[in-house]
């Protein structure tokens, strides 16, 4: 066993690394804090998360979060288990390792990152009767086992809460470019359940392919250009309406296009997202609200494409420039610890690791109480009768869902069924400032 202190700015806890090995799983890390109560008490929690390849970032940055919450909380005997999961681990895997965490006595896994492996976590939570807290952003209703807790944003929300603004400001005629994969087939269908929902207008659509470079066809099926005709056109004239070859090959002009909606809702990754909205200008189709998903919420991205993104309406988890004195905390604090600003990813760990240590806390409570009464407060026989394995695990479940209300630095979340929801912040992007169009708290 290999033992090593972590040492943070005013340290409240002591930190242990301590080694588990997995057949076909990476070593992993387990952090212990400083045991005050004992350890018949101890909370065991397990994070299977990419911490290894590409997404090793990613994972970084959420436990980053993880730990400074609980650095700066303690006072709980909490365990956490690091555990390497390729993101390419598939059910064998993951099936192998709540194996594992049912052996160990884990009382909850935080994990997937990511929505692909989320079902096998849903599958395993259910047979091992393990509690699983995801971050992950995207979340099917086929996968909300009853062990599964829900933190992450959702596509879902983001959408709701863009077209729910629309209504409010009275955008209510709208077009979406979507890509035709089934990302873009799942949000095409959000947008239409929420269009209806509050009476926005949904006048056409129009999906393009992965290897689509050229968007003017998806333009042309959704704004009027103006045609130049047969007539004999003048250099000057050329010159005046900015025709090109290539515009003459369409036989349209760069001349304002009639245009039927009032926002356009513009739908993929960050390299189609840079060819739409320079394309958009450059065949002069402007003068609307643009509405993006919280991939526009990119320092990067508006850097080099703000200038097309003018009244660009758009949604994000957090918002570390917010005046918010609970997020100015986190700001500083994750700031002094780790020698930079922290991004949606560590504010969804140090909220998860909140809600890991109010669970605690109700679990230890309810361990105190229940050693003088008949019955435990979840209506199970006293403690002393049970097997301690399985009360640990029911009680911590039952521990989370104690968690009612939750106000961390993504905002107040309310526990409804199994997922924390919370409203998101909306931003407009205007004159190379970002403007606080709603706010999560």
Same mark, same amino acid.
């Given at each position: 066993?290999?033992?090593?202190?972590? +040492?943070?700015?005013?340290?409240?806890?002591?930190?242990?690394?301590?080694?588990?090995?997995?057949?076909?799983?990476?070593?992993?890390k387990t952090?212990v804090?400083?045991n005050?109560?004992s350890k018949?008490?101890?909370?065991?929690?397990a994070l299977?998360l990419? @911490? @290894?390849?590409r997404?090793?970032?990613?994972t970084k /940055?959420?436990?980053?979060?993880?730990?400074?919450?609980?650095n700066?909380k303690?006072?709980?005997?909490?365990?956490?288990?690091?555990?390497?999961l390729?993101?390419?681990a598939?059910?064998?895997?993951?099936?192998?390792?709540?194996?594992?965490?049912s052996?160990k006595?884990i009382n909850?896994v935080?994990?997937p990152?990511?929505?692909?492996q989320?079902?096998?976590f849903?599958?395993?939570s259910?047979k091992?009767?393990i509690?699983?807290?995801t971050p992950?952003?995207?979340?099917?209703?086929?996968?909300?086992?009853?062990?599964?807790f829900?933190?992450?944003?959702?596509l879902?929300q983001?959408?709701? @809460?863009e077209m729910k603004?629309?209504a409010y400001?009275?955008?209510r !005629?709208?077009?979406?470019?979507?890509?035709?994969?089934g990302?873009?087939?799942?949000?095409? !269908?959000?947008?239409?359940?929420f269009?209806?929902?509050?009476?926005?207008n949904?006048?056409n659509t129009?999906?393009?392919s992965?290897? @689509?470079v050229?968007f003017?066809?998806?333009?042309?099926?959704?704004?009027k250009?103006?045609n130049?005709?047969n007539?004999?056109?003048?250099k000057?004239?050329?010159?005046q309406?900015?025709?090109?070859?290539?515009?003459?090959? +369409?036989?349209i002009?760069?001349?304002?296009?009639?245009?039927?909606?009032?926002?356009l809702?513009?739908?993929g990754?960050?390299?189609?997202?840079e060819?739409?909205l320079? /394309?958009?200008?450059?065949y002069?189709?402007?003068?609307?609200?643009?509405?993006?998903l919280?991939?526009?919420d990119s320092?990067s991205f508006i850097e080099?494409?703000?200038f097309?993104m /003018?009244?660009?309406i758009?949604p994000?988890g957090?918002?570390?420039?917010?005046?918010?004195?609970?997020?100015k905390?986190f700001?500083?604090?994750y700031?002094d610890t780790?020698?930079?600003?922290?991004?949606?990813?560590s504010?969804?760990?140090y909220?998860i690791?909140?809600i890991?240590i109010?669970?605690?806390? +109700?679990? +230890?409570?309810?361990?105190?109480?229940?050693?003088?009464? !008949?019955?435990?407060?979840?209506g199970y026989?006293?403690?002393?009768?049970w097997q301690?394995?399985?009360?640990?695990?029911? /009680?911590?479940?039952r521990?989370?869902?104690?968690?009612?209300?939750?106000?961390?630095?993504?905002?107040?979340?309310?526990?409804?069924?199994n997922?924390?929801?919370?409203p998101?912040y909306l931003?407009k992007?205007?004159?190379?400032?970002i403007?606080i169009l709603?706010?999560p708290?």
């Amino acid at each position: 066993m290999l033992k090593a202190k972590i +040492h943070f700015a005013n340290t409240a806890i002591i930190l242990i690394l301590t080694f588990f090995l997995f057949p076909s799983l990476s070593i992993g890390k387990t952090i212990v804090s400083k045991n005050i109560i004992s350890k018949n008490n101890t909370v065991r929690v397990a994070l299977a998360l990419p @911490t @290894t390849g590409r997404f090793a970032f990613f994972t970084k /940055q959420f436990i980053n979060g993880l730990l400074l919450s609980l650095n700066k909380k303690g006072g709980l005997n909490i365990k956490y288990s690091i555990i390497n999961l390729p993101i390419s681990a598939g059910s064998k895997s993951v099936g192998y390792i709540f194996d594992s965490f049912s052996k160990k006595k884990i009382n909850a896994v935080i994990g997937p990152l990511f929505e692909g492996q989320l079902k096998y976590f849903g599958e395993n939570s259910a047979k091992f009767k393990i509690p699983v807290i995801t971050p992950s952003p995207v979340i099917s209703e086929k996968d909300l086992y009853p062990f599964v807790f829900s933190y992450g944003m959702t596509l879902k929300q983001e959408i709701r @809460t863009e077209m729910k603004y629309a209504a409010y400001a009275g955008i209510r !005629s709208i077009s979406v470019i979507y890509p035709d994969s089934g990302y873009g087939l799942k949000i095409i !269908s959000y947008i239409n359940l929420f269009s209806k929902k509050y009476g926005v207008n949904i006048l056409n659509t129009t999906k393009y392919s992965n290897k @689509t470079v050229d968007f003017f066809y998806n333009f042309n099926s959704i704004v009027k250009f103006n045609n130049v005709g047969n007539t004999h056109v003048s250099k000057a004239e050329k010159a005046q309406l900015g025709i090109t070859p290539y515009n003459l090959m +369409h036989g349209i002009t760069k001349s304002k296009p009639e245009i039927p909606f009032k926002g356009l809702f513009v739908i993929g990754n960050p390299s189609k997202l840079e060819l739409i909205l320079t /394309q958009l200008a450059y065949y002069n189709v402007t003068g609307f609200h643009i509405f993006g998903l919280s991939s526009f919420d990119s320092r990067s991205f508006i850097e080099k494409y703000g200038f097309y993104m /003018q009244d660009a309406i758009f949604p994000d988890g957090f918002f570390k420039h917010d005046d918010n004195k609970t997020v100015k905390k986190f700001n500083s604090d994750y700031k002094d610890t780790y020698g930079e600003m922290p991004n949606i990813l560590s504010a969804e760990g140090y909220d998860i690791g909140g809600i890991i240590i109010n669970a605690a806390r +109700h679990m +230890h409570f309810s361990i105190l109480t229940s050693t003088a009464a !008949s019955k435990s407060p979840y209506g199970y026989p006293n403690l002393n009768g049970w097997q301690p394995k399985k009360i640990k695990v029911m /009680q911590f479940y039952r521990a989370i869902l104690k968690v009612k209300t939750f106000k961390g630095v993504c905002g107040i979340s309310k526990l409804t069924g199994n997922m924390f929801k919370k409203p998101l912040y909306l931003f407009k992007y205007k004159n190379n400032k970002i403007y606080i169009l709603e706010s999560p708290f």
